[in-house]
């Protein structure tokens, strides 16, 4: 099966070769590519104490341009979104961290329930308030560290046109609203499915499902659990 995964470049090799070894072609389209600022990182790591929460691994990536300014953080606790990027920041150096199997919210529980006083949020731009508005819901205090921001990418026709050709994809993977957004902005890649119909658009949560065009829903698939296993089990 040809699978188009649009991913930043850094999440998608990994996500290429799992396809590969579960027997299907993978084809690479990012939309998005990461700006880090490793300067607001550091800043912030200084200027606090207690958990550090990430929701995605850009974040840990950011940390880890930091070098011997790390280290002396690297005792703090540490709550991740998902256990790849948990496994991220334990590669990394961190010594406690906990994941949370779900979204956002789910992982405001889980700091609550560690009973988590203050918190240090590494964000990035674009972002979904989830998190953040759990938080305020459960009463824990937290400052807020932007240190990278997605940039879109804009894709080449000719590109397009190469993917959608003769052979074109059997699914397409939707890891955020915020790519699906991305790829139904750009005409092409809208009119190349509209021709394709029977192409699948497995999305990893009803979120993500929701921007996609009516014209197309009856191709959607959501995945039980917003994690990337469950995702690729939908193939």
Do not use: W
């Not at 979204?103 to 964000?123: F, P, Q, T």
């Amino acid at each position: 099966m040809r699978v188009l995964v649009t991913r930043p470049a850094h999440s998608a090799t990994r996500t290429a070769q799992r396809l590969r070894d579960m027997g299907h072609e993978p084809l690479l389209l990012p939309l998005r590519r990461p700006q880090h600022d490793s300067a607001a990182a550091a800043d912030a790591l200084e200027t606090t104490s207690g958990a550090i929460a990430v929701t995605s691994a850009e974040a840990v990536r950011v940390m880890s341009a930091l070098g011997e300014k790390l280290r002396p953080h690297l005792i703090r606790p540490l709550f991740a979104v998902g256990e790849i990027t948990a496994e991220e920041a334990r590669r990394l150096g961190f010594r406690s961290v906990a994941a949370s199997s779900g979204n956002g919210r789910d992982l405001a529980d889980l700091a609550a329930a560690e009973a988590a006083d203050e918190l240090l949020y590494l964000a990035g731009m674009p972002r979904a308030e989830t998190f953040e508005g759990r938080l305020r819901q459960l009463g824990i205090r937290f400052s807020v560290a932007e240190c990278y921001r997605m940039q879109p990418v804009a894709p080449n026709p000719a590109e397009i046109e190469a993917l959608f050709s003769d052979h074109r994809p059997d699914a397409v993977l939707f890891y955020s609203r915020q790519t699906a957004e991305d790829f139904f902005h750009v005409a092409e890649l809208r009119s190349a499915l509209s021709e394709h119909s029977d192409t699948r658009l497995l999305c990893l949560s009803r979120a993500v499902a929701q921007v996609i065009p009516a014209s197309l829903k009856k191709t959607v698939a959501i995945s039980a659990m917003p994690d990337e296993q469950s995702l690729l089990s939908l193939l």
